[in-house]
Nanobody
Framework: QVQLVESGGGLVQAGASLRLSCAASGRTFSSYVMGWFRQAPGKEREFVAG????????SYAESVKGRFTISRDNAKNTVYLQMNSLKPEDTAVYYC???????????????????WGQGTQVTVSS
């Protein structure tokens, strides 16, 4: 089992950058595929980015490609989401998710993740 705690959200202006962090408990962090999802008011939760167990493979939603970067530090049990050139449409609660048995083919499917953080709010003003 793993517990996830996100941090780094906030209120920024369009064009700014933020880095989200997700700290995981447990000694087997490197065995989990990690993902970032977001949910805006009145909308369904959507995939943002995913990273493989080793950190060597990543996947992004089309809406964030070229602006967001996901990475992980297995020594620190932490996954990051660097968000650059933020837009008002990026405003949402951002969630970190983890799954130990996830197949990479479904990295973007929220229902396949067993563990979730509490979320961190990101608000981008125009």
């Amino acid at each position: 089992q793993v517990q996830l705690v996100e941090s780094g959200g906030g209120l920024v202006q369009a064009g700014a950058s933020l880095r989200l962090s997700c700290a995981a408990s447990g000694r087997t962090f490197s065995s989990y595929v990690m993902g970032w999802f977001r949910q805006a008011p009145g909308k369904e939760r959507e995939f943002v980015a995913g990273v493989s167990r080793s950190g060597g493979v990543t996947s992004y939603a089309e809406s964030v490609k070229g602006r967001f970067t996901i990475s992980r530090d297995n020594a620190k049990n932490t996954v990051y989401l660097q968000m650059n050139s933020l837009k008002p449409e990026d405003t949402a609660v951002y969630y970190c998710a983890a799954d130990e048995s996830l197949l990479w083919a479904v990295v973007g499917t929220s229902g396949r993740y067993d563990y979730w953080g509490q979320g961190t709010q990101v608000t981008v003003s125009s």
